[in-house]
């Protein structure tokens, strides 16, 4: 497995499903900056992450829906990470639901996510 290991301003975790998606931007201090659920749409996404666009990472579990996501970031130059779903295991130490919240991404780390690749 690779972790990303590059530091950036903000930070956008986003669960996305079929018809919504849900982000959470964090900025370097690892302070809640933003969290929405919006539909999953290019323009709603747009919409969300104009203010944090200067030096953002976006990542994504590996999950049919990505393909789209990872598409649209490549297309505006927005670095983007998918993670192999197990890497929730290797985050928490292999304890399922270890996180506080229940949700990987209330809090999404993109230098313990484990990258499945990068686009």
């Given at each position: 497995?690779?972790?990303?290991?590059?530091t950036?301003?903000?930070?956008c975790?986003?669960d996305?499903?079929?018809?919504?998606?849900?982000?959470c931007?964090l900025?370097?201090?690892g302070e809640?900056?933003l969290?929405?659920?919006?539909l999953?749409?290019?323009?709603p996404?747009?919409k969300?992450?104009?203010?944090?666009?200067?030096?953002?990472?976006?990542?994504a579990?590996?999950?049919?829906?990505?393909?789209w996501?990872?598409?649209?970031?490549?297309?505006?130059?927005?670095?983007?990470?998918?993670?192999?779903?197990?890497?929730k295991?290797?985050?928490?130490?292999?304890?399922?639901?270890?996180?506080?919240s229940?949700?990987?991404?209330?809090?999404?780390?993109?230098?313990?996510?484990?990258?499945?690749?990068?686009?």
């Amino acid at each position: 497995m690779r972790f990303y290991t590059q530091t950036h301003q903000h930070v956008c975790g986003v669960d996305l499903h079929t018809k919504t998606l849900y982000l959470c931007i964090l900025n370097h201090a690892g302070e809640i900056v933003l969290h929405s659920n919006l539909l999953a749409k290019p323009k709603p996404f747009h919409k969300a992450i104009k203010l944090f666009r200067g030096d953002l990472v976006v990542g994504a579990e590996c999950m049919f829906s990505w393909y789209w996501l990872a598409d649209l970031c490549l297309r505006e130059e927005i670095k983007f990470i998918l993670g192999h779903a197990l890497s929730k295991k290797a985050i928490h130490g292999g304890i399922p639901g270890a996180h506080p919240s229940g949700s990987l991404l209330s809090k999404f780390d993109p230098v313990k996510f484990v990258c499945a690749g990068t686009a």
